[in-house]
C-alpha cells in the first residue's frame, strides 16, 4: 500500500518514517517542499501535489497547522478534491475546528472518498518520533477498524466513535493544557517570589494534588536543562487552539471563560515574546511582568 502524509512538520516528519512498514512505502507532501525532501529515503518519495498523491496511494493521512491550512489540502487548485479519480480514504490528524471537519467529511462523501475524523492528544514530538502517540479515532467504524494496523504505527490509537468526536476530544485537550500551562506559569512564579527555588516546588508539587503532566513534562524538564521540550507549538498556535474550544463553547452555549482567559494571556505572550515562542515560555512571560512590578 502506498500511505500518504501531509504536512512535514515536526511532528509530521517522524510520523511519516513511521508509516513506513509491511511493506507499505509513503509519499510526502508539504508546502515547504524542503521539508519534504529532507524526509525522503528509500521508502519514502516526494509527491508535486497533494491531487498527484491522490492519484497514487489508498489512505492519505494530514496534521496541518489550521483551518486555512486543511481547505487548501482539501478545496485548494491542486487539492483532494482538485483529483476526481481519488477513492481511497483520507485521515486528518490536525487540531482544526469542529465546524471544519463536519465540511470536510460531508464535501469527501459527496465525492466518494471515506474519512476518519482524528487527533494526536500528547507526548510531543518525542512519542511522534518513538511511534508512541496517543492518538483519537472518530467515524465510521468499521473504515477505522480497516485501517487501525497503520495508525498503531503512530501510537496509542482510541476509537471515540461517531465523525467529530475525535475532533472535540483533541480541542478538549489542547483547551486544558493551554489552561494548565497557563496556571502552573502564576502559581510558579508566586512561588518564587515568596522564595521558593523552582526546582523543589516542581518535585514536592510532582507529589501533591497539584501534580499534571503539564508539570512534570514541561517545567520539570525547565528546571532540569532551562528548556522546555522539543518542537512544542508557539504562542499564537495555542492561542488559535483556544479560540478553537471558544468556539465550540459558542456553539454548543457553553461558558468557556477559563478558556478566554488563557487565550488572552497566550496573545500577550506572543506580542511580548513572539509568536513561535513555544507556548510553556508563557511561564517567563509571568516572570518578566513580575520584574517589571519589581523594579516600579
Known amino acids: 500500500m502506498i500511505i500518504g502524509a501531509i504536512g512535514i512538520g515536526a511532528m509530521g516528519t517522524p510520523m511519516a518514517k513511521n508509516l513506513v512498514a509491511d511493506d507499505d512505502s509513503v509519499l510526502v507532501y508539504d508546502l515547504d517542499r524542503a521539508k519534504a525532501e529532507a524526509a525522503a529515503d528509500n521508502a519514502i518519495t516526494v509527491a508535486d501535489s497533494v491531487a498527484a498523491m491522490a492519484e497514487e496511494c489508498d489512505l492519505i493521512v494530514s496534521m496541518v497547522s489550521d483551518d486555512a491550512a486543511l481547505r487548501d489540502v482539501i478545496f485548494g487548485p491542486t487539492g483532494l478534491l482538485s483529483e476526481t479519480g481519488f477513492t481511497g480514504c ?89 489552561i494548565i500551562t497557563a496556571s502552573n506559569a502564576e502559581a510558579l512564579s508566586l512561588g518564587m517570589e515568596a522564595g521558593l527555588p523552582l526546582d523543589t516546588m516542581v518535585e514536592s508539587l ?73 507556548f510553556p515560555s508563557i511561564f517567563e512571560h509571568f516572570r518578566d511582568g513580575v520584574a517589571e512590578n519589581d523594579n516600579d
Open 90 to 178: 483520507f485521515a486528518d490528524l490536525s487540531t482544526t475546528s469542529l465546524h471544519l471537519a463536519h465540511e470536510v467529511a460531508a464535501a469527501l462523501s459527496e465525492a466518494g472518498v471515506s474519512f476518519i475524523d482524528g487527533g494526536v492528544i500528547g507526548g510531543g514530538v518525542p512519542a511522534a518520533t518513538a511511534g508512541t502517540s496517543p492518538i483519537v479515532l472518530a467515524g465510521d467504524e468499521a473504515l477505522v477498524a480497516k485501517f487501525m494496523p497503520v495508525f498503531e504505527r503512530l501510537g496509542d490509537c482510541d476509537y471515540v466513535g461517531a465523525q467529530g468526536n475525535a475532533k472535540m476530544v483533541k480541542i478538549i485537550n489542547n483547551h486544558l493544557v493551554g
Open 206 to 278: 510532582g507529589d501533591g494534588s497539584g501534580a499534571s503532566v503539564v508539570l512534570a513534562s514541561y517545567m520539570g524538564r525547565y528546571a532540569d536543562e532551562g528548556e522546555y521540550g522539543v518542537g512544542l507549538i508557539g504562542h499564537d498556535l495555542m492561542a488559535k487552539d483556544l479560540t478553537l474550544a471558544c468556539q465550540a463553547g459558542d456553539t454548543t452555549r457553553s461558558p468557556v471563560m477559563f478558556g478566554e482567559l488563557a487565550r488572552q494571556l497566550y496573545i500577550a505572550a506572543s506580542r511580548t515574546q513572539g509568536p513561535l515562542a513555544m
